[in-house]
Protein backbone atom coordinates (compact mmCIF):
# COMPACT_ATOMS: atom_id res chain seq x y z
CA UNK A 1 0.00 0.00 0.00
CA UNK A 2 1.21 3.61 -0.66
CA UNK A 3 0.94 6.68 1.32
CA UNK A 4 1.73 10.32 0.33
CA UNK A 5 4.10 11.50 3.25
CA UNK A 6 6.84 9.60 5.62
CA UNK A 7 6.50 9.97 9.04
CA UNK A 8 8.52 13.44 9.31
CA UNK A 9 6.53 15.05 6.94
CA UNK A 10 3.10 13.97 8.59
CA UNK A 11 4.78 15.00 11.96
CA UNK A 12 5.61 18.38 10.40
CA UNK A 13 1.97 19.09 9.05
CA UNK A 14 0.87 18.01 12.80
CA UNK A 15 -0.61 14.50 11.87
CA UNK A 16 0.15 12.63 14.21
CA UNK A 17 1.70 8.63 14.00
CA UNK A 18 0.59 6.46 16.67
CA UNK A 19 3.89 5.49 18.85
CA UNK A 20 4.75 2.72 20.74
CA UNK A 21 7.03 3.92 23.43
CA UNK A 22 9.57 1.73 25.23
CA UNK A 23 9.49 1.28 28.72
CA UNK A 24 12.65 0.91 30.09
CA UNK A 25 12.52 -2.86 31.16
CA UNK A 26 11.61 -3.64 27.11
CA UNK A 27 14.40 -4.92 25.05
CA UNK A 28 15.10 -1.87 22.37
CA UNK A 29 14.83 -3.19 19.14
CA UNK A 30 17.56 -1.88 15.96
CA UNK A 31 16.97 -1.36 12.54
CA UNK A 32 19.40 -0.84 9.98
CA UNK A 33 19.59 -1.66 6.07
CA UNK A 34 21.27 -2.46 2.73
CA UNK A 35 20.20 -1.33 -0.70
CA UNK A 36 21.31 -2.17 -3.96
CA UNK A 37 20.67 -1.76 -7.39
CA UNK A 38 19.96 -4.54 -9.61
CA UNK A 39 22.06 -5.33 -12.66
CA UNK A 40 21.42 -2.71 -15.59
CA UNK A 41 18.18 -4.42 -17.17
CA UNK A 42 16.76 -5.81 -14.40
CA UNK A 43 15.37 -2.29 -12.79
CA UNK A 44 14.64 -1.54 -9.60
CA UNK A 45 16.77 -2.20 -5.70
CA UNK A 46 16.96 -4.55 -3.30
CA UNK A 47 16.66 -4.02 0.20
CA UNK A 48 17.78 -5.88 3.23
CA UNK A 49 16.83 -5.06 6.69
CA UNK A 50 18.94 -6.24 9.69
CA UNK A 51 17.14 -6.09 12.89
CA UNK A 52 18.29 -6.83 16.78
CA UNK A 53 15.60 -7.64 19.35
CA UNK A 54 12.88 -7.55 16.55
CA UNK A 55 11.41 -10.33 14.22
CA UNK A 56 8.90 -9.93 11.54
CA UNK A 57 5.41 -11.14 12.61
CA UNK A 58 2.95 -10.98 9.56
CA UNK A 59 0.93 -13.32 11.27
CA UNK A 60 0.20 -11.18 14.11
CA UNK A 61 -0.69 -7.98 11.62
CA UNK A 62 -3.93 -5.95 13.09
CA UNK A 63 -3.60 -8.07 16.97
CA UNK A 64 -1.74 -6.57 20.31
CA UNK A 65 1.50 -4.66 20.22
CA UNK A 66 4.79 -6.64 21.82
CA UNK A 67 7.90 -4.93 22.18
CA UNK A 68 10.04 -6.90 19.58
CA UNK A 69 7.75 -7.93 17.22
CA UNK A 70 5.75 -6.23 13.74
CA UNK A 71 6.69 -5.10 10.91
CA UNK A 72 8.82 -2.45 9.06
CA UNK A 73 7.93 0.58 6.20
CA UNK A 74 9.95 1.11 3.57
CA UNK A 75 10.13 5.04 2.77
CA UNK A 76 11.29 6.31 -0.59
CA UNK A 77 11.06 10.01 0.20
CA UNK A 78 7.75 10.28 1.11
CA UNK A 79 5.83 7.27 -0.30
CA UNK A 80 5.44 4.03 2.08
CA UNK A 81 6.10 0.29 1.55
CA UNK A 82 5.23 -1.72 4.21
CA UNK A 83 7.46 -5.02 4.40
CA UNK A 84 6.52 -7.99 6.41
CA UNK A 85 10.46 -9.47 5.91
CA UNK A 86 14.23 -8.71 5.79
CA UNK A 87 14.19 -8.41 1.81
CA UNK A 88 12.47 -5.95 -0.12
CA UNK A 89 12.37 -5.15 -4.24
CA UNK A 90 11.61 -1.13 -5.08
CA UNK A 91 10.34 -0.70 -8.60
CA UNK A 92 9.99 2.34 -10.64
CA UNK A 93 12.04 4.41 -8.94
CA UNK A 94 11.73 8.04 -10.40
CA UNK A 95 15.94 9.40 -11.50
CA UNK A 96 17.69 11.53 -9.12
CA UNK A 97 18.66 11.58 -5.35
CA UNK A 98 15.92 9.82 -2.89
CA UNK A 99 16.22 9.56 0.78
CA UNK A 100 15.28 5.63 1.81
CA UNK A 101 13.32 5.31 5.55
CA UNK A 102 13.66 2.60 6.98
CA UNK A 103 11.26 2.34 10.04
CA UNK A 104 10.23 -0.10 13.13
CA UNK A 105 6.61 -0.66 12.99
CA UNK A 106 4.41 -3.01 15.62
CA UNK A 107 1.48 -5.60 15.20
CA UNK A 108 -1.01 -2.69 15.18
CA UNK A 109 1.00 -0.13 13.30
CA UNK A 110 2.75 1.79 16.32
CA UNK A 111 5.72 3.16 15.19
CA UNK A 112 8.70 2.38 17.71
CA UNK A 113 10.02 4.81 20.00
CA UNK A 114 12.72 5.40 22.38
CA UNK A 115 12.46 8.79 24.44
CA UNK A 116 10.99 10.13 21.44
CA UNK A 117 12.96 8.87 18.72
CA UNK A 118 11.36 6.86 15.97
CA UNK A 119 13.41 3.31 15.66
CA UNK A 120 14.51 3.68 11.83
CA UNK A 121 17.63 4.01 9.80
CA UNK A 122 17.91 6.40 6.68
CA UNK A 123 20.31 6.15 3.76
CA UNK A 124 20.42 8.38 0.78
CA UNK A 125 20.22 6.83 -3.08
CA UNK A 126 20.93 8.19 -6.19
CA UNK A 127 18.97 6.38 -9.33
CA UNK A 128 20.30 7.33 -12.50
Do not use: C, R
Request: cysteine-free.
Amino acid sequence: SEQSMGPVAMASMGMTLKTYDLKPTDPVPTVNFDITQDPAGMGGWDVHITTTNFIFTPENVNKAPIANQGHAHIYVDDAMHVVYGNWYHLNDIPAGQHLITVALFTNDHSIFSLNGEYIEAKKTITQY
